[in-house]
């Protein structure tokens, strides 16, 4: 099997918050089909576009996440951004699409893209597991090699 390999930057953040955004974002996208409510996609759609094209600390999740952190008082463990802001990037694509999906009501289809959401978001917060980088290095990457 061919070596992951993941974008990379010279800035870091914790992996404790980053796996709690996991957590909420599981919760947050939860919520949205339970209640059959728009909000809560356009919510995380929000929250996403902060993390993957604004600056993260701004993000409503990154916030309840950075004080679940100091509560619990976890341990900082420091990693690499950039997976991360790649990881944001596709998720905010996802949640636009359902957003879109359930707009259109096409919950079914919106419910198979929000599952494989959950699943992202599910390997990273039990496993640490970003998905992101199998994307960028099967997907991605082939494409600035054939540049």
């Known amino acids: 099997m061919k070596q992951l390999i993941c974008p990379i930057s010279n800035e870091m953040v914790n992996e404790r918050l980053t796996r709690l955004n996991a957590l909420l974002t599981i919760l947050v996208i939860t919520a949205g089909f339970v209640f059959n409510s728009m909000l809560f996609p356009l919510f995380l759609l929000a929250d996403f576009f902060i993390r ?3 600056n993260s600390r701004y993000s409503p999740l990154s ?3 950075a004080g679940l952190v100091q ?3 976890l341990s900082k463990k420091p990693i690499d951004k950039a997976p991360k802001v790649f990881a944001a990037r596709l998720g905010f694509i996802m949640t636009l699409a359902i957003a879109i999906l359930f707009i259109l009501k096409l919950h079914t289809v919106a419910m ?3 599952g494989v959401l959950v ?3 599910t390997l990273e ?3 640490s597991f970003c998905v992101g980088c199998i994307i960028y290095t099967y997907f991605v990457l082939p ?3 054939m540049k």
């Open 71 to 73: 509560l619990m008082n």
């Open 125 to 127: 917060f039990a496993f």
């Open 52 to 54: 993957a094209f604004a």
């Open 63 to 65: 916030i309840a996440s």
């Open 112 to 114: 198979v893209v929000a």
């Open 143 to 145: 494409l600035y090699k």
């Open 119 to 121: 699943l992202f978001a």
